[in-house]
């Protein structure tokens, strides 16, 4: 089956770090791009990163460039999230997913078809 | 950025209803748009990829189309499960991808 379960969510102060896990399993893990959203309590989906399958593409929003640090290890099927200087706004759950690619005609399609349930992250005081 | 638009945020519909929703790009995405399903509690599921390719194991009651700026999600006959949040996501711009707001779809 395949299956991303992340983990390292929890309370954390303003300023402080935390680091993600994804662990993958049922499929190639090497052969796929990988991508962590979030989601805000009662907002909507934001994504906050991608990175390739070797590492040599690595992609930010805004919001967390300079602050957080996405890596994977292909070895041990592994993705990371490392969360510095959290803010209050980071507040959320955070969803690891799989980028698939799909040749159509002369293009190729992104999107992500596999999720994690996800791990929440609080930052408060 | 390329800011994507849903509409609306949110509806009422009953079951057997044809339900549809925008999604707007701020500018042309061709047709790299995706929708998924998301309800409370559980992660987001793909159901559209590349505007209107159906995801395997989704219903055909689900639908996708348009190019460009301008995409709709349909469902041609809501059904019990299908009430959640629905939301686009544009995959045109790799190095800054996108979400709609989302569309609530509640029970009338």
């Known amino acids: 089956e395949v299956q991303l379960v992340e983990s390292g969510g929890g309370l954390v102060k303003p300023g402080g770090s935390l680091r993600l896990s994804c662990a993958a399993s049922g499929f190639t893990f090497s052969s796929y791009s990988m991508n962590w959203v979030r989601q805000a309590p009662g907002k909507g989906l934001e994504w906050v990163s991608s990175?390739?399958?070797?590492?040599?593409?690595?992609y930010y929003a805004d919001s967390v460039k300079g602050r957080f640090t996405i890596s994977r290890d292909n070895a041990k099927n592994s993705l990371y999230l490392q969360m510095n200087s959290l803010r209050a706004e980071d507040t959320a759950v955070y969803y690891c997913?799989?980028?698939?690619?799909?040749?159509?005609?002369?293009?190729?399609?992104?999107?992500?078809?596999?999720w994690g349930k996800g791990t929440t992250v609080t930052v408060s005081s | 950025d390329i800011q994507m638009t849903q509409s609306p945020s949110s509806l009422s519909a009953s079951v057997g209803d044809r339900v549809t929703i925008t999604c707007r790009a701020s500018q042309s995405i061709s047709s790299y748009l995706n929708w998924y399903q998301q309800k409370p509690g559980k992660a987001p599921k793909l159901l559209i990829y590349?505007?209107?390719s159906l995801q395997s194991g989704v219903p055909s009651r689900f639908s996708g189309s348009g190019s460009g700026t301008d995409f709709t999600l349909t469902i041609s006959s809501l059904q019990p499960e299908d009430f959640a949040t629905y939301y686009c996501?544009?995959?045109?711009?790799?190095?800054?991808?996108?979400f709609g707001g989302g569309t609530k779809v509640e029970i009338k």
């Open positions: 996501q544009q995959s045109y711009s790799t190095l800054r991808q996108t």
């Open positions: 997913a799989r980028d698939k690619v799909q040749q159509l005609v002369l293009n190729y399609y992104y999107y992500m078809d596999v």
């Open positions: 990175i390739s399958s070797s590492s040599s593409y690595i």
């Open positions: 590349a505007a209107s």
